[in-house]
């Protein structure tokens, strides 16, 4: 019986197995911080809308699913193919479960931003200018995907690098515009509104940077070890494995964020002052009021107690995850 002669294993085989092994493993990770994000969410925002559950449950399988299809790559590399060259060098299902599923939740998640964006300017211009980049990016995703498959090769993905060049940019320029537009937005909002809620929008603001610049970074270092190390096509694996991941983590944080403002509670930490906008009237009611309670007999302290009447509106437009149109109406809103 003739037995399959193996290739001889590379002197450089650390840099095929090495970065595919820890692209795994931080998508096994960041799915672990997924499920503990999808966890507050159900206990805390329960009430949600069910567009926005059906947002945040239906991105999350599919970043399950791709978990899944991951695991089943590994098994075919490094399980059912130890040692074997031909195996490792096959895609499987790698076609698909990183590229494709990434270019696809990004383009969800940046779309679901460009809609915040529209609710904010009550303009269609820049959502949709953003949300045609998006669609850009998940085009090159797609094509990169459909490529890869048709090559049958992992080693032969470097010679194509229109496709996946796209997929990187075009993701990483839609997130800094979607960051760019909504800190601006935000913040010249702040001049319309009690400066009671200035703290909550430099929140806001330094939120949807950070979380924002985390897909950016990944995508633009995705891209740099693409195209300046060719040779070495599997140094891409670790931060396009995790892509759709922190895309889905990103956005959840955000949602889950409403726990400090969705109650109506406005803290200032820089004191011990709390201030609620369930407290106070939606009107003017007028001047202070005071209150003086008598000492009893038995001379305990006298009690003095001042209450005034404050004007105070906060604006619901400010709060990612309570944001209203609008053209709410019409029924053109999220919530």
């Known amino acids: 019986m003739a037995t399959e002669t193996l290739p001889a294993i590379p002197a450089d085989i650390a840099f095929i197995t090495g970065p595919t092994m820890l692209g795994i493993c931080f998508n096994w990770g960041f799915l672990g911080i997924l499920v503990m994000q999808l966890y507050f969410y159900s206990q805390n925002y329960s009430k949600d809308s069910m567009r926005l559950k059906a947002l945040v449950y239906g991105l999350s399988f599919l970043d399950i699913l791709q978990t899944c299809m991951v695991t089943a790559d590994a098994f075919h590399w490094f399980v059912f193919g130890f040692g074997n060259m031909n195996r490792l060098d096959e895609p499987f299902l790698n076609s698909w479960d990183v590229v494709l599923i990434d270019s696809v939740v990004a383009l969800i998640v940046q779309s679901f931003y460009c809609w915040r964006i529209y609710l904010l300017q009550d303009s269609l211009i820049l959502p949709v200018f953003i949300v045609l980049v998006s669609l850009m990016q998940c085009g090159g995703g797609v094509a990169t995907a459909v490529v890869a498959h048709q090559l049958g090769h992992l080693s032969l993905i470097s010679t194509e690098v229109a496709q996946q060049t796209i997929w990187l940019v075009g993701s990483a ?23 009671a809620s200035h703290g909550m929008i430099k929140k806001i603001v330094a939120l949807t940077v950070e979380t924002n610049a985390v897909t950016t970074i990944t995508a633009i270092i995705g891209l740099i070890l693409f195209l300046a190390v060719p040779q070495h096509s599997a140094l891409v694996v670790p931060p396009t494995a995790i892509l759709s991941k922190l895309y889905t983590n990103c956005l959840i944080a955000v949602l889950n964020n409403r726990r400090q403002t969705a109650n109506g509670t406005i803290k200032d930490f820089s004191s011990s ?52 149109s609008k053209k709410s109406q ?5 919530e």
């Open 173 to 195: 320029v839609a997130d800094i515009l979607i960051t760019v537009s909504l800190s601006w937005t935000l913040l010249r909002k702040r001049s319309h509104i009690p400066s």
């Open 273 to 324: 002052h709390e201030t609620s906008r369930n407290q106070f009237p939606s009107a003017r009611t007028g001047g202070p009021s005071r209150s003086v309670v008598e000492p009893s007999h038995d001379r305990e302290q006298m009690k003095v107690q001042i209450v005034r009447s404050v004007d105070f509106k906060a604006d619901s437009d400010m709060e990612l995850g309570t944001m209203q």
């Open 330 to 334: 019409n029924g053109m809103s999220w």
